[in-house]
């Protein structure tokens, strides 16, 4: 069985009231008991009441007064620092509540517009809505819409920066099979006739030379251009 909520009133009927101060009285004193044990702390409690000729002090007199006397030494700033009044405490608990109700009435708010703009793009028409709801959808449009394009703008890094990595790898593979075409064409033009005659004959400061028998022997590279395009790299770059 769940307790009934209290409301947070005084107590008008006499005989009701002080049954709650005693029993509330009672629970003071032992949450304060327990709080300086359990976290060996300095604390003490007094409580003033109609009902007793005497106040109520936990421990006793002398921890009270032990209590009080280090409290009294602090700096009146740190005295204050965090001290409340009934009032004040009241006012912080409206201010968070009101807090919390803005915030859920935005959440609201927003799940109305999101479940609107969903049925407008099932079908239905924006006739019959008033300005508040367009204003809050076009708000709320645009705020999807910011977020696509980041996501896109995120993707497109990402890939750029992935075949940035890959690029380069594919460049050298070009480059390789540019030249391999290149000597390839050349092999078939040696074969074919295409070449000169005399200058296969430039013997060591032309390009191309012929060896004993049908060896074709393919000379260093001289410093010139044309050398430098035949000689391949793809092994020894």
């Known amino acids: 069985m769940t307790r009934k909520k209290v409301k947070m009133a005084f107590i008008t009927n006499d005989s009701a009231r002080k049954a709650t101060f005693k029993k509330r009285k009672k629970g003071l ?16 409690a007094i409580v003033y009441s ?4 005497h106040p ?15 409290f009294k030494r602090m ?11 009934q009032e004040s405490f009241i006012r912080h608990r409206i201010t968070k509540a009101a807090d919390q109700l803005k915030k859920l009435h935005k959440d ?6 999101t479940h609107l703009m969903y049925q407008c793009l099932t079908g239905k028409e924006l006739q ?24 896109i703008e995120g993707l497109k890094k990402a890939a750029g920066e992935r075949d940035g990595v890959e690029e380069k790898p594919a460049a050298v593979v070009d480059g390789s099979m540019q030249r391999a075409a290149l000597q390839q064409q050349w092999f078939t033009d ?18 191309f030379a012929h060896g004993a028998g049908d ?3 393919m000379q260093f590279n001289d410093g010139s251009n044309h050398a430098a395009a035949m000689w391949s790299n793809v092994f020894f770059p």
Do not use: F
């Open 29 to 44: 004193m032992k949450k304060v008991s327990e709080l300086s044990t359990l976290c060996g702390i300095d604390s003490c």
């Open 50 to 53: 109609p009902y007793d000729s």
């Open 56 to 70: 109520e002090v936990w421990p006793d007199g002398r921890g009270a007064h032990r209590v009080l006397a280090q």
């Open 75 to 85: 700096p009146e700033m740190e005295q204050s620092k965090k001290m409340v009044n």
């Open 108 to 113: 609201n708010r927003e799940k109305e517009i």
């Open 128 to 151: 019959g809505l008033g300005v508040a709801e367009l204003n809050d959808m076009g708000w709320l449009v645009d705020q999807n819409l910011k977020e696509i394009y980041k996501r």
């Open 190 to 207: 040696e074969w074919m006739g295409n070449i000169n005659p005399s200058d296969n004959e430039q013997g060591v400061g032309g390009s």
């Open 215 to 217: 060896e074709i022997i």
